[in-house]
């Protein structure tokens, strides 16, 4: 498969490469501040040859020779003409000034506004941060995965679940990105905030159909993180306080135009707050509830050719009083090396090493009692990819990536009152993935772009360890231990091989229109145990092994794309089918924790979600925003489950509406609102409850799973920003930011459960949950300089 | 330890957010009729109860109905030894044990045979292990047991605290552990007490054999006595498929909060024939060792 490919490619080449050529390259910045610009459109003027800048700004560009005028064009950038005498390969470095606020009469005429028209992206979303800035938030805090649950396709089980769902897919088939590095739990504070520090991001892409073949890992979604560069010019501040935290951040060259960093840094201080008004007698005296994240990053600019990066996170959440603790938290390091061949050869090396943990403990008052249990996931993986930008009609990307997996799924350490301890470790479990891609973004017609591409993973798993083996057995029991067997250090246990096509189409219809379609088949060899509604901190992941198979999803998805009034608006409307298999379910009162057997607790079963995304978006404007309409099915098929028939998954949404706006009223003051509607998730409700040992216990006679639904989801959200009269003199810039989520006080039900009164055993009754029962005015404060 | 979980997280998210519950009414359909069988037999030298009654609607606040008429009768497959279990009244059915009677005898296998109109329901246990505990203390509660339930006494509180230890050899035990204040149980669904190996359910291979009962089991459920308080605590060895069937039970009974898992329906271990109207539940028979003290 790979070597047709190969060959294929090879014959386009030999085709292609005909005329006499020369490539302008270079890299596309912000004259502000240095920064990269990633998806700045490069074209020739008055024509449809082009390109955009890649992740790390770079672009290149093949044209005929002779004189030319290049176009660099960006939203909320002036367009800059660059007039080329073109007799042989040139670099061209360009750095865009940003549009004045108050330049709103003078009319931009940036052709290339129709980038999602023309583009080959098609089922994805980027998200500007300067645009998330304006969307009201929870408790006046920004937040990344919050403002992507607003887009098409995207849902969530409810407000405070962690992770968000994608086209019927579970959160853990999102391969979230930051700096190339996968982020195993994006969540703080369970899933009200994500770890993603807005002041230190500077760019946001979501993906949810159509993949590249560069993207592999995780089957539904890839959510691309940027992180900022770190201010090249100058120093540079920004910070905030907030209700629940307060957030900090640096950046500065060290080398002017050269060498920059930037420090980012959060922590939340509810518990500093309530402090002082806990009494030393109190029952929480003593706990402690925090969380922080520290972002950073340098980079080096080498030369014209080369560039490297270094940027980490570190990030933990600490719950626990006297007799419990509870903490858990992220650690990522990512180093990248940015090299330019030549004129038409690009080159990004990534390494990264990410490690994921969390510890639970117990212990009596005076600890002579203790019991502590620790987990964690570490990875450590190579990436090196290319771009070839052969000429004006071919793009070709290939690479390679390999990545460790070592897992640790318990160590517990418990003491006791004589004194002794002993500790309890399980095996650790080790899993290789390598792949390797290849594909190619080719003009087939003036009209008509292809990219199509192969990727082929490759899974192995190893040992050092014990291979469980298990029987089958009646569906939705726990499957009965055959035997097991050692494996030695790196032995193979069990290897799966997937080939992964990809294919896009761009059909251009005019100017204003096109019609896009695209499949993707994506692999995934690791997934989260999560029986719960919302995940919690504590759920693994774990490895495709002899027993579990890898995910494995077949997207396919149309869509037609049309702007109006000179691209003042983006409307687009896509279908998409999506098949799943092997995905994960558990087995009736499932065993997940510190069980060395887990595996024999799951069962893997069949997932589909069909749906139609209806999108509106205005760009320009004093009043902007978008409006989304999700009309979607998300269903499975597990054996031994639901009478062995399909049933809702957890997060079937049918109606997802979702409103943003944004109105600039003068130059201080600017308001916004989020209005979301969205259909009950569906539930599992008894219809009798039997009686043992004076407990009431909920009994369902039927056996179907999702048989119900609760009531449906609805919420406004207001904010405005103040921002101060500017001494002129000066850089010092505030704002005061005024929030407050779910205006109308709306009790929207999480969920619907079933429980026995307390005192007395005999009386039963239905409760509405709602994690945020009232609504939550916010005020945030502002600065930068 | 599920459960555990569960109370922490839930612990940790009420100091954050606002969250709220609230009663509502919600029209559910009507299920089949079954009959339920609760019937948990012990060695402890007191009237054995086996209880028989009906499924009910969910929200019907009354005493489930008893089912009369049944005949109750639970065998030791070792001696065939027949005990047969007298209706007295709430579908209760009853043993009263004679001086020379012992129930839960180590090694043998029980079976229990209910008949109701004609068809007859089945199921079988085997009593294998004997339950022990070593001793109880007192610890005076300094205030810092956050999440104990309860709310804050004027008066000096004291906590009682468990010691008991594993069997020594390689078999894996399973404890139910039941605790008193003044020979009233504590039997709030929140307050069911598991352990396997004495490890809070948390390590199942033999690697925790023979080691000290550890907490949270320890803390019998953190509730606070004051002086004079008698304190009792029963250790039950149990079946790990009873064990099973506690954990799912205490799941399902306050299924909640963000942290709910998918509703399911309990296991049962009693036989229906074929084509009949079907019963479930549950039969146990577990060896108990109990101890007390007061609070002085």
Redesign the interface.
Known sequence: MKKIGFIILVCITNLLFAQENATVSGYLKDAKNGEALIGVTVYKKHSQVGTSTNAYGFYSLTLPRGNDTIMYSFIGYKTIQNPVNLNGNQTVNIELQEEGKDLDEVIVSSEKADVNIQSMDMSSAKLDIKQINKIPALLGEVDIVRAIQLLPGVTTVGE??SGFNVRGGNIDQNLILLDEAPVYNSSH??G?FSVFNPDAVKDVKLIKGGIPAQYGGRVSSILDIRMKEGNSKRLSVNGGLGTIFSRLSIEAPIIKNKMSFIVAGRRSY?DALVKPFVKS???????Q?YFYDLTAKINYRINDKNTVFASGYFGKDV?G????G?NWGNATGTLRWNHVFNNKLFMNVSTFYSNYKYL?D?????GD???K?TSNIVNYSIKPDFTYYLNSKNTIRFGLQSMLYDFSPYK?D?S???GTK?S?ISEKRYGLESSAYISNEQKLLPRLTAEYGLRFSMYNYMGKGTAYYYRDTTPNTPLPLDHEQKYAKGQVIKTYYTPEPRLALNYVINAKSSVKASYNRMAQYLQLIS????S?P?DVYTLASNNLKPLIADQGSVGYFRNFKENMFETSVEVYYKYMQHQMD?V??A?L?????VESQLIQGLGRAYGMEFYVKKNKGKLNGWISYTLSRTERLVRGISNDKWFFS?YDRTHCLNTSVNYDITKRWNISANFVFLSGTP?????????????????????T?NNYRITSYNRLDIGATYAFKKNEKRRYKQFLVISVYNVYDR?NA???????K?G???????????????FVPALTYNFNF | MKTVFKIVLFSCLVFVFSSCEDVVQVKLDEGSKLYVIDAFVNSLRTDQVIRITTNTNYFSNTTPPGVPGAAVVLTDLNNNRQYVFNYTSNGNYVYSLSATDTLARINHTYSLSVTIDGTSYSSSTIQKRLASIDSISVNLNDGSFAFGGGGKTKDTTFLCVLFAKDKSDAQTDYYWIRTYRNDTLFGDPADLNLNIDGTGGAITDASADSLDFTPPSTLLGFKKYRRHDRCRVEVHSIMSNTYNFFTQAQTQINNGGLFATTPENVKTNIITPNGKTKAIGWFSVASVATKSIQVR
């Open positions: 405070g679940a504070l369970f009200f509810i007698t109190s029952a929480i005296k003593g706990s509830f719950f009083a006297s007799v419990f509870f639970l117990f212990k009596t008052n005076s009692q203790a019991f249990w517990t418990i006791f009152n004589d002993t309890l029986n719960t509604a919302a919690t504590l558990y009736d009162n065993d924790f510190i069980n060395p057997h957890r539930a599992t409700f008894p219809n009798s409850k039997i009686q043992i040992q004076n407990y009431n216990i909920p009994y369902n006679t039927t056996g799973r009790r999480f969920s619907i459960y079933f429980r026995t307390s007395d055993p005999n009386q039963t009754e239905a409760v509405r949950y709602s994690v945020i029962g009232s």
